[in-house]
């Protein structure tokens, strides 16, 4: 049977899938919280792991070592970088590429990391299928499938978000998504990111993120309880 690690970076990502998990069991490792229990019929772990690269992989490796969660699931929101992605739209990975990892004087193309074998880590597509119809089931005609970018960057101006753009092609931007996929390749872990948009990676965004945050969140969390339900159906 599956069990589901889910993750997001801050408590407003959170906060409702804790809310709704039945017969939960609180851990702390790292000075993170690990609520354990079931959640709409699927065995999960929900975990605010903070924001950015590292915290994100630690937390991946505890939920596989400590946990023996069976695929990992990343929820919450973003910045856009298609014109087509409006705020409160939803993106489900197909892979995840770093913007910021460059080790181009050596000739590797920017984003991979020395000794991977991919430049993007690519999501599995069993967990792709499930959050793209649980994505659907929320916000009917609003989802896209395709590349998200990850660095330890709030992205909020037009150069930064046109270079990330050119150097992934991806759909959105945030700050923990493919380092979640990262140590979920290193460990033989399916995973999928679902994200909502939250601003737009530009010049509005400081502006539009604090209005906007709790909104998208709470979208991607309702989404990840259904799939978490056709997880459970499956
Ligand atoms: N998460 C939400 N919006 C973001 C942005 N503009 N940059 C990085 N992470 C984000």
């Given at each position: 049977m599956t069990k589901l690690g889910i993750i997001g970076a801050m408590d407003v990502e959170?906060?409702?899938?804790?809310?709704?998990?039945?017969?939960?069991?609180?851990?702390?490792?790292?000075?993170?919280?690990?609520?354990?229990?079931?959640?709409?019929?699927?065995?999960?772990v929900v975990v605010q792991c903070g924001v950015g690269k590292v915290n994100a992989a630690m937390c991946v490796q505890i939920l596989c070592d400590c946990f023996g969660v069976t695929a990992l699931v990343n929820t919450g929101i973003a910045g856009s970088l298609c014109a087509e992605l409006d705020i409160g739209d939803l993106v489900v990975s197909r892979d995840a590429m770093y913007h910021d990892f460059d080790v181009s004087a050596f000739g590797r193309p920017v984003g991979q990391v020395p000794g991977m074998d991919v430049v993007a880590f690519p999501a599995d597509e069993t967990l792709m299928a499930y959050a793209y119809a649980a994505a659907e089931s929320v916000n009917p005609g609003h989802t896209k499938t395709g590349r998200v970018a990850s660095g330890d960057q709030f992205v909020c101006r037009q150069d930064q978000k046109d270079h990330i753009i050119t150097v992934t092609g991806a759909l959105c931007t945030e700050m923990?998504?493919?380092?979640?996929?990262?140590?979920?390749?290193?460990?033989?872990?399916?995973?999928?990111?679902?994200?909502?948009?939250?601003d737009k990676a530009d010049n509005s965004a400081d502006m539009d993120y604090p209005t906007f945050e709790a909104i998208a969140a709470d979208r991607c969390a309702r989404v990840t309880m259904a799939m978490a339900k056709r997880v459970r159906e499956a």
């Open positions: 959170v906060r409702t899938l804790k809310e709704k998990m039945e017969n939960p069991v609180i851990s702390r490792k790292a000075g993170m919280e690990f609520c354990e229990g079931i959640l709409e019929g699927t065995p999960a923990e998504g493919t380092a979640i996929a990262h140590a979920a390749y290193r460990n033989g872990v399916p995973f999928v990111i679902l994200r909502a948009i939250s």
